[in-house]
């Protein structure tokens, strides 16, 4: 084979390998060499290292609903970094994606890197179609966990009981009955899942068991909630705890809240 020969045909396959590795095959794909890995687990550390003891409370920020509303949501974090220096953290409740594609997971992604302070997800019912569950899941974690910080425990988890075809299992109220037994390392819970309880996207078989079991235990101090693209605030009668849910990024709003000394301080509608 001649040099020239020889050299075109290396020029070929070299653009060839150039060329697969930038193709996405599918818009169904789970991940792509770019996609961020374990993000909850991630920012959970990131948060108990930056933990100040000298001060008992808790702040962050509740918000949900981000898909498609970029712009939007490049506003809030906007604010959020200059308006809350003292923010502990952020609760993206739900709905990053609209369609359960990894690039509107990714695209969510990287606007959040902006914030200064950590957020963590939850899964809501858009990002489990498509092959949303496993992008979610590679991309965020398990659907189902906690964690303490300040002495609060986070119960967090999927309650999403449409996609699931209201089959009596989500939220799983066993594990979340179990999460709820705590030592007096905390001193208040709260739960945080997608769908608020009094939604028709909520399996019903399950509203009572679920606002009852909230209700059973003196320190849980309310149960987040997003999906509705409000800001309302709900109470069983079974007792005491606020089912809230917060307005959606779309609409530009999200909730305010501080947790200390075991109690529930506010929970403020904040518009941007």
């Known amino acids: 084979m001649s040099s020239l020969k020889l050299s075109a045909l290396c020029a070929l396959l070299f653009s060839l390998t150039i060329g ?4 996405e095959f599918s818009p169904n794909q789970s991940f792509d060499r770019n996609s961020p890995i ?39 974090i906007a604010v959020v970094n200059k308006n809350y220096p003292k923010l502990n953290f952020v609760l993206l ?24 302070a950590p957020y963590i997800t939850v899964i809501g019912n858009h990002d489990l179609v498509a092959n949303g569950l496993n992008t979610y899941k590679r991309m965020f974690g398990p659907l189902n966990f906690s964690f303490i910080f ?10 999403n009981g449409r996609e699931y075809n209201f089959n009596g299992k989500i939220p799983d109220l066993d594990w ?8 007096n390392s905390v ?42 693209n409000t800001n309302k605030i709900h109470f069983a009668d079974s007792g005491p705890v606020p089912f809230i849910t917060s307005n959606a990024v779309t609409n530009r709003e999200f909730l305010y809240v501080e947790i200390a000394n075991g109690k529930l301080l506010k929970y403020d509608p904040i518009s941007y």
């Not at 425990?153 to 309650?159: P, S």
């Open 150 to 159: 300040k002495k609060v425990k986070f119960i967090l988890h999927d309650n």
């Open 20 to 23: 697969c590795n930038n193709l």
């Open 187 to 228: 001193n208040a819970i709260v739960a945080v899942g997608h769908i608020p309880p009094t939604s028709t996207d909520y399996d019903a078989k399950l509203k009572d068991g679920y606002e009852t079991l909230l209700n059973s235990n003196s320190k849980v101090v309310a149960s987040f909630h997003a999906h509705e």
């Open 176 to 183: 979340i009955s179990k999460e709820i037994q705590t030592d």
């Open 38 to 76: 374990d993000l909850n687990a991630k920012n959970i550390a990131k948060l108990n290292n930056n933990i100040n003891n000298t001060d008992d409370t808790v702040r962050f920020i509740l918000t949900g609903d981000t898909q498609r509303s970029y712009d939007q949501a490049r506003a809030m």
């Open 93 to 116: 409740n739900g709905d990053i994606s609209d369609f359960g594609l990894l690039q509107e997971m990714e695209w969510v992604t990287k606007i959040y890197e902006d914030l200064k």
